[in-house]
């Protein structure tokens, strides 16, 4: 196996919590995340070496002019091969950042790999700035959360995008108070959002720069040991209602078949409802070949609690993340009991 | 039918073992020499290739800073923050008493993909590689050599290039003590909207090595293999072409009796088609066999020369190729096939009914002799044309062949000249010269293999001779101080100069930074204005007063490499700091990059990151000692830190001597098998001259008055021959020392005759011929006379 190869696994299957294989690690040394937590910002916008793995990550839903719809990610992966940090290239601190951008027609996706310690990746909390390479996430609120307002650009082999994210509701936070559960063991993370964001901006195409609007959703998570060792993958939804409120759903899908899901209801003011295991139901409706795999790319979501029963469809169903770790990721509409807009992320299909 | 023509033909190898055996030695040597020197050579080229192809230097441009220096962390994080995909390679070479090790650290995050560093094992943790002590790839060869102490834990990779590591940039840092990357490696393909990248940096954009510097530098040294490997082959096929010609003279009989039988012609030719590829396919396994001993013994001694001469490192380990080995077999059969031509050619058009008269198989004809003597003049004419007017290592090559072969064709020319001029006494002397230049023809291929032997091993060494002495002559002048002295850091270095400062006559830093000049590698040295230097470096080109000059720092000597090769000479401007002149020329033996040097003041205004801690200790040579472990006991310095001169002129001698290691084996090796070609060749004749000799026996000259005049004539051959290959190694020393000296290592040596040398080649080629004609001559001395008698029976 190559030396990158290797080092992504490393990487990501600590990273990437959305759902690998075997990936239930002891977290030796690394602080693990308590029940009833307190956050304090900026300080916890910014990065947590502490523990081992830890991200933001920014999905939005776009439109251009035309009516055409977009979507973007913007993801900074952090993971540590020990809890410490230093400043030079000793630094046990490795940054990954993922970007993607889909059209109707088309997914194109990046990705950035560099350690923490000489200034080539990193992420400040006061003033809030993530950067990987030319890659950046900043804080361009003057007063506020720093989260308020941000800066987005990201640059692949053949797209890139500048955007301007303005936030009209406060910070949500999920599970617990923030503590969100993953396992039915008891594995957790740290678990806080902004889902309320406006979005302006413009996407550089291969046929030209595309000016869009829409809306963005940044969560944050920090943990040291997110998933149990028979989680092999998940389903994570983020859907936005016309009447102005908010959904987080995912269900982590175990190897013997059954699943473990979590929900956070928001509500247009910000106030939210978390529901544990076995609130909603994921049900594939149809399956698309993406780079030789067959992905469930339709999906039925129930949420009887909520009166929810809709059916999703992806802007593109090869919205696939061509990364050193792939996984499918883009914007979705959905419709049913309820209609809006949402993005889905899936990993863990083989 | 075909059986039994092949039964009763073969029958003649039981009747006659020495003649199989000879044959298939011949075989079997020039497989050997030839297939071993190709071993040799591919075994390098594969060991460059993976160099070159080490973290995809074939395939990545880089960007490096035009001094060659570092390129700054901060100029590094710039290009990335401006979106450009490069990636940071911190190399340098970490060396102690023990060994040396060239480290290559990457940044396996940003490392493009034809960079990505060589395969892992499995079940290795990653963390163990990139935090500390972190973890070193390298060779199985070079995990087995003479490494430096205290490095981090080592682990096998067999994609790892000779005496190299590879490792993470946080490991490199700290060992080479570097933070700075060497170079960035450019990926392929750049981020979408970005201006290109050469409009971005300062840095030099430096494209892809597809043709590696290494492999054209030792091209020399790989072709020079070569010619050996084709100059033994040849001689080798002597040998076959003589036992071939041999069996068939002596199977003339039972040919003429199978064809007589109704045996096809064909099917005869097949028999003899058949037994020789089942005799070649055997000798040819041999030789293979052989030749892997031969390539495996001499191989630390090729990784030696190389390393020597080039700084090209390869491992003196020798891998078997099955390829190499089918490839020496095909090789093998088409040398047997060329070399029994002759003779399948003459079986097929020997009349069914004609006698069985044997003759020399090489008939004399003195038009022959006259179109090969017209030839060699041909040739003597293009390699006087070359030697003058030829450009290049080929050309110089080419003159070396032409020389060579002009003087072996010419050989049996110039023999039945000097017979001629014998003096004679009385009518069986005039005899024995007269059939001695009958014999010339068949013997003549033979001697051309000796003179070819002899010439070689006359010109090979009278070039190392030649080089070796120039060389310690040389070392006797650059070693002139007595001591030299390595302190761990500058800062101990000051303190111990501080120390020894009032015992000592003269302190002399030795500085020196890498610096790329005329886009290749060099050094440049630091030198302050001391008798040492105006005494002990001769200068091969100057301007007036060159230390002088070199003294106010506006001047700088350059080695004789870099003038040859940038066609430099006093008076040019070297581009060290705002253009200094070049006041002088030296010679710089066994160094194959560029070098400068300039004043002291002016090195540490240039390169102000470098302190000296290195120095040579000018000191009467009697206290030296008394120094040496004064420096060891009182401060301390681990011994190795201390050298006296005559250490490192020893050292420096033994890596010359091993340099040549492989020529002198090649060159015995060479004469042997010329030997053995002339032995052959005279067991061929032996029994063909029984005819001419009968008569003479008949009228009253004994067997053993025979016998000697055998011998002596062989002796005599082998002294016409050394005395002509004198003349011709002599010509080759020169076309070595003037042409391809300079083609291939940029520096020109005066020749030097070694008539000792001479002496011994000579005695040893007398042993030679002695013993190659002391098994025919015994056996003609104890011919019985009744086969001398049947000879007029039946012969004639």
């Known amino acids: ?25 002891q977290a030796d040394g690394f602080a693990i995340p308590q029940p009833d937590p307190v956050f304090t910002f900026p300080e916890d916008h910014g990065p947590h070496p502490e523990y081992r793995i830890e991200w933001w990550y920014l999905t939005a839903t776009l439109q251009g002019m035309d009516g055409t719809d977009y979507g973007i990610q913007w993801t900074l992966f952090r993971s540590a091969l020990e809890p410490e940090t230093s400043y030079d290239w000793t630094a046990p601190q490795l940054f990954m950042g993922h970007a993607g951008l889909t059209t109707p027609t088309a997914h194109f996706s990046a990705e950035r790999l560099a350690r923490g310690g000489i200034g080539q990746a990193g992420v400040t909390s006061d003033p809030f700035h993530a950067q990987i390479d030319d890659w950046h996430m900043y804080s361009t609120a003057t007063d506020g959360d ?22 009209n509701g406060p910070l949500i936070f999920h599970g617990d108070g923030g503590y969100s559960v993953k396992s039915a063991q008891g594995q957790a993370s740290y678990y806080y959002s902004q889902p309320f964001y406006a979005v302006t901006g413009t996407l550089n195409l291969p046929d030209g720069d595309v000016p869009v609007t829409g809306t963005a959703w940044l969560d944050r998570e920090w943990s040291s040991q997110p998933l149990s060792d028979d989680q092999m993958g998940w389903d994570w939804f983020s859907l936005q209602f016309e009447d102005g409120a908010r959904m987080m759903a995912f269900a982590l899908r175990s190897t013997e078949g059954g699943t473990f899901t979590s929900a956070t209801w928001i509500n247009a003011d910000g106030t939210t409802e978390s529901y544990g295991d076995g609130h909603i139901a994921l049900t594939p409706l149809a399956t698309t070949q993406v780079a030789g795999r067959t992905i469930p790319t339709q999906w039925q979501l129930t949420f009887p609690v909520r009166g929810i029963d809709i059916q999703t469809t992806p802007i593109n169903a090869q919205s696939w993340m061509d990364t050193s770790f792939p996984y499918w990721e883009g914007p979705i509409t959905f419709t049913g009991s309820h209609t809006g807009r949402g993005y889905l992320e899936m990993t863990g299909y083989e | 039918m075909l059986y039994t023509a092949i039964q009763s033909l073969s029958s003649h190898w039981k009747r006659r073992p020495g003649q199989l055996a000879m044959l298939a030695i011949g075989l079997a040597l020039a497989t050997a020499l030839w297939s071993g020197v190709q071993a040799i050579n591919a075994e ?46 911190i190399s340098g070479e970490i060396r102690d008493a023990n060994g040396r090790l060239r480290v290559l650290g990457i940044d396996p995050l940003t490392a493009p993909a034809a960079a990505q560093g060589p395969a892992l094992d499995g079940d290795l943790d990653l963390s163990t590689f990139f935090t500390a002590p972190g973890l070193l790839l390298v060779s199985e060869a070079t995990a087995n050599g003479p490494l430096p102490t205290d490095l981090p834990p080592i682990t096998i990779s067999s994609d790892v290039p000779p005496a190299a590591a590879i490792t993470d940039i946080s490991t490199a840092a700290r060992l080479l003590g570097q933070t700075d990357p060497s170079y960035l490696l450019v990926a392929p393909q750049q981020p979408f909207g970005l201006p290109p990248l050469a409009d971005a940096t300062d840095l030099q954009l430096r494209a892809p090595e597809t043709a590696n510097d290494i492999s054209r530098l030792t091209d020399s040294f790989h072709l020079n293999l070569t010619a050996f490997g084709f100059l033994s082959f040849g001689v080798g096929l002597f040998i076959v072409h003589a036992a071939i010609g041999l069996a068939f003279e002596q199977r003339r009989a039972s040919i003429r009796t199978l064809r007589a039988l109704g045996t096809p012609l064909r099917t005869v030719l097949l028999a003899l088609g058949i037994e020789l590829a089942a005799i070649a396919l055997v000798a040819g396994l041999i030789g293979i066999l052989m030749g892997y001993l031969i390539a495996a013994a001499l191989m630390p001694g090729v990784a030696g020369t190389l390393r020597g001469l080039y700084g090209a490192e390869i491992e003196g380990i020798l891998r078997f190729d099955p390829y190499w080995a089918l490839s020496a077999l095909f090789i093998t059969w088409l040398g047997a096939a060329a070399a029994a031509v002759q003779a399948m050619i003459r079986t097929a058009r020997m009349p069914l009914l004609a006698p069985a008269l044997p003759r020399a198989w090489a008939q ?18 293009l390699a006087a044309m070359l030697a003058l007017f030829g450009q290049g290592l080929i050309a110089a090559f080419l003159c070396l062949a032409a020389l060579l072969i002009g003087a072996a064709l010419i050989l049996p020319g110039v023999m039945s000249v000097a017979l001629r001029f014998l003096p004679t006494r009385g009518a069986f002397s005039e005899w024995v010269l007269a059939d001695t230049r009958q014999q010339i023809p068949g013997l003549s291929l033979a001697l051309m293999a000796l003179l070819l032997a002899l010439s070689a ?6 070039m190392v001779g030649s080089f070796r002495s120039t060389f310690i002559g040389w070392l006797d002048q650059r070693l002139a101080s007595e001591l030299y002295i390595t302190a761990a850091d500058p800062s101990e270095a000051a303190f111990l100069m501080d120390a020894i400062r009032p015992d000592v006559d003269a302190i002399l830093p030795i500085v020196s930074a ?38 106010t720092g506006n001047a700088a000597l350059i080695n004789e490499q870099l003038a040859r090769r940038e066609n430099l000479s006093p008076g040019d401007l070297l581009p060290i700091a705002e253009g200094l002149p070049i006041v002088g020329v030296y010679s710089d033996y066994g160094n194959p990059n560029g070098q400068a040097i300039v004043s002291l003041d002016r090195f540490a205004d240039t ?32 011994a190795d830190a201390v050298t006296n001169q005559d ?56 067997r053993a008055t025979l016998a000697k005049v055998e011998l002596i004539r062989a002796l005599g051959l082998a002294m016409l021959t050394f005395i002509f290959a004198l003349p011709v190694g002599l010509a080759l020393a020169w076309v070595l020392l003037a042409l391809v000296n300079v083609e291939a290592f940029g520096w020109r040596l005066p020749m030097q005759l070694f008539p000792g040398d001479w002496t011994r080649l000579f005695a040893l080629a007398l042993i030679a011929a002695g013993l190659a004609a002391l098994g025919p001559a015994l056996r003609l001395a104890r011919i019985p006379p009744a086969r001398l008698t049947q000879i007029f029976a039946q012969e004639r």
């Open chain 2, 647 to 702: 250490q490192v002129k020893a050292f420096s001698i033994e890596v010359f001597d091993q340099t040549f290691l492989v020529t002198g084996a090649l060159n015995i090796l060479t004469l042997g098998v010329a030997g053995v070609a002339l032995l052959t060749s005279l067991l061929t004749l032996a029994n063909l001259r029984l005819p001419q000799l009968a008569p003479l026996w008949a009228i009253g000259t004994s």
């Open chain 1, 1 to 25: 196996m190559r030396l990158l190869a290797l080092i992504l696994l490393l990487t990501l299957s600590q990273a990437h919590a959305q759902g690998f294989a075997g990936l239930g690690t």
């Open chain 2, 364 to 381: 004399a004809s003195g038009r022959a002799m006259r179109v090969q003597t017209v030839a060699a003049l041909a040739l003597f004419g």
């Open chain 2, 457 to 462: 091993n006359i010109g090979v060494s009278t």
């Open chain 2, 607 to 638: 390169y102000p990151e470098v302190q000296p801690f290195r120095f040579a200790i000018r000191i009467n040579p009697e206290q030296a000692p008394a120094m040496a472990s004064r420096l060891r006991e009182e401060f301390g310095l681990p």
């Open chain 2, 44 to 89: 390098a080229r594969s060991a460059y290739d993976r160099a070159a192809a080490t973290l995809g230097q074939d395939q990545l441009a880089r960007l490096e800073r035009a001094d060659g220096r570092p390129v700054s962390l901060d100029t590094y994080l710039a290009l990335r923050s401006a979106g450009y995909l490069v990636s940071p390679v």
């Open chain 1, 146 to 167: 720093a989260y308020d307002a941000l800066h987005l650009t990201a640059r692949g082999s053949n797209f890139a995008y500048d955007l301007n994210l303005t936030a």
């Open chain 2, 514 to 551: 890498d610096q790329r000049l005329f886009d290749r590698p060099a050094q440049v040295f630091g030198v302050v204005d001391h008798p040492t230097y105006r005494q002990a470096w001769p200068l091969l080109a100057q301007s007036e007063n060159p230390w002088d000059q070199l003294a």
